[in-house]
């Protein structure tokens, strides 16, 4: 009898527990989202806006280095945490269609559109094969697909219900180590696993290592250990260039732990009601970016170039416009397209993933 009373309140618990995780994991990739539209803004050097620059512009080439050292392993180590927490224990045919219909049919419709709007644009000419090839190959941004699909299918076939694991992290660290000796897709698919490693052996321990944080969440400690952790990524930034896959490690492990802290920070400024208003509204943004960031992936190429082609025929050329017009189009306009699209089409839920 009093274990059905005891039951419930345990449930409650669990369920809130849960929730919390999930909202501190949509913090992380609000954040991480902002940041790899930023850094699709600023481009590489024949990429972006600095592509529209003869001579580079240093402040920019330190950004985008900076930024892509840490933004896509967050996305792999919260993929990774959400998998272990709310998937890991699905049948196999449950787990196979969810990852089709919120991965595999956006990847498909995606990049077959990409394909047909750059032949549209006169980038490149049109072919039945070269449609299909588009669809099937990791590509532009869609290699993100291929590499969190292999990381997965490999952690569910090897770890389901606790099965494996030991062999599970081995063969992750041995496709981390061989991710040095190759290129392209496999690179990306042998190196990224790691990351989404990382986040299924945290898993476990996150609800504790929240607990603790939400205990320290107005102590100078926590202030001090958020400002030590963002140095610790500065630094790991300045190695050499030869190493940027050592650098992107030690900053994707890093920078988690740092976004994670600032999503359980609750009252932050204690001594002041109105800043903790203001930090209160920053964090249900990025919460709300987390909740849209596939919109957002999706679509924000397509509002950053169109920006960039259209200030330019404009004359409007200068480097802190481009940055801030194109970045602030790049997040609101795929945002507009979400709420305008998402409660009327069935097709644009379907193209994101969320179609249930």
């Not at 994707?252 to 203001?278: D, E, H, S, V, W």
Request: hydrophobic residues 50%; charged residues 15%.
């Amino acid at each position: 009898m009093n274990m059905k009373k005891n039951s419930i309140p345990e449930k409650k618990a669990n369920s809130d527990v849960r929730a919390a995780l999930s909202k501190d994991l949509y913090f992380v990739r609000g954040i991480a989202i902002s940041l790899v539209v930023l850094g699709h803004v600023i481009g590489g050097r024949d990429e972006g806006i600095r592509q529209l620059y003869e001579q580079d512009i240093l402040y920019m080439d330190w950004l985008y280095k900076f930024i892509y050292t840490f933004h896509m392993p967050i996305f792999f180590i919260a993929s990774g945490i959400s998998f272990k927490i709310f998937s890991s224990n699905n049948s196999y045919a449950k787990f196979i269609s969810s990852r089709f219909t919120r991965l595999v049919v956006p990847l498909l419709f995606w990049s077959s559109f990409y394909f047909i709007f750059r032949c549209l644009s006169g980038a490149i000419n049109f072919t039945f094969f070269g449609l299909i090839k588009s669809a099937f190959s990791p590509n532009f941004i869609f290699w993100f697909f291929y590499a969190l699909l292999f990381a997965n299918y490999l952690s569910f076939i090897l770890i389901r219900n606790n099965n494996f694991i030991g062999f599970y992290y081995a063969i992750s660290i041995l496709l981390f180590i061989i991710s040095f000796y190759l290129k392209g897709a496999l690179k990306d698919m042998c190196y990224f696993n790691i990351f989404y490693t990382c986040g299924l052996a945290i898993a476990p321990h996150l609800s504790k290592i929240r607990l603790r944080l939400e205990n320290m969440s107005n102590s100078l400690s926590l202030s001090l250990i958020l400002l030590l952790i963002s140095i610790m990524v500065l630094v790991s930034n300045l190695l050499d260039n030869n190493y940027s896959l050592i650098a992107k490690l030690i900053n994707g492990i890093i920078g988690f732990c740092l976004m994670y802290m600032l999503a359980t920070l609750n009252k932050p400024f204690y001594m002041f009601q109105l800043l903790n208003r203001f930090s209160q509204f920053i964090a249900d943004i990025f919460v709300y970016l987390g909740l849209v960031s596939m919109s957002i992936y999706l679509l924000h190429i397509l509002f950053g170039s169109s920006t960039r082609i259209i200030l330019v025929k404009f004359g409007l050329i200068d480097p802190l416009t481009q940055f801030i017009l194109g970045y602030a189009i790049s997040l609101i306009g795929p945002i507009l397209i979400h709420k305008i699209l998402y409660d009327k089409s069935k097709l644009f839920r379907y193209s994101i993933g969320e179609a249930k």
